[in-house]
């Protein structure tokens, strides 16, 4: 397992359509990319991560669901669709991508999401709260959507100088470096 680095607001993968996944092309490496998938969210404190957000073009996200006093719940999605949305939901979001920015986003409250799971299984997910926020950010992601996107035009403006001093910063993180390095002693 490997912490990788996450591609910042600017490079266009973040911006491109993934690719859809073909389970059985891909479930020989799968278990190793989403293992490191997970490795760096939780390295930096993310609830999920869209497989373009670690340079990798395929329509795929995890996600973390953290509970107090138990165990996060740990969620893959390939392939993912929204089905129904309702309601609507205006809290306050940031992004792995997008490190010390945050905005409020129109979302809907709860959806319903057709994905398959880690085991190439067809699910249905029914989620609220947080967890719809979450699954709405990551499929946003994986078409190429990235959260500043669904600010309205004056929002966009006031954010702008702020991301252009933030981006500057972005060129130089690198998550890949938090990996442990064995110190020989
Ligand atoms: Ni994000």
Redesign the pocket.
């Known amino acids: 397992m490997a912490i990788r680095r996450i591609c910042k607001y600017g490079e266009p993968i973040l911006e491109r359509k993934t690719r859809k996944v073909d389970f059985d092309a891909v479930k020989k490496t799968l278990p190793a990319l989403l293992a490191d998938m997970f490795e760096t969210m939780e390295a930096v404190g993310g609830a999920?991560l869209?497989a373009n957000?670690v340079g990798v073009d395929l329509r795929l996200a995890v996600i973390s669901i953290k509970r107090e006093d138990e165990p996060p719940v740990n969620i893959v999605i390939l392939n993912p669709e929204i089905t129904e949305k309702s309601g609507v939901s205006h809290e306050e979001e940031g992004?792995?991508?997008f490190p010390g920015l945050f905005a409020k986003v129109r979302r809907a409250a709860k959806v319903k999401v057709r994905a398959l799971n880690e085991k190439g299984l067809p699910i249905e997910i029914n989620a609220e709260g947080l967890f719809a926020k979450a699954l709405q950010?990551e499929i946003d992601?994986l078409d190429g959507l990235v959260?500043v996107s669904r600010l309205p035009l004056m929002s966009r403006l006031k954010l702008k100088p702020a991301l252009l001093g933030l981006k500057k910063k972005w060129k130089k993180m690198d998550e890949s470096r938090l990996n442990k390095t064995d110190n020989a002693s």
């Open positions: 999920g869209a957000q992004c792995l991508s950010h992601h959260f």
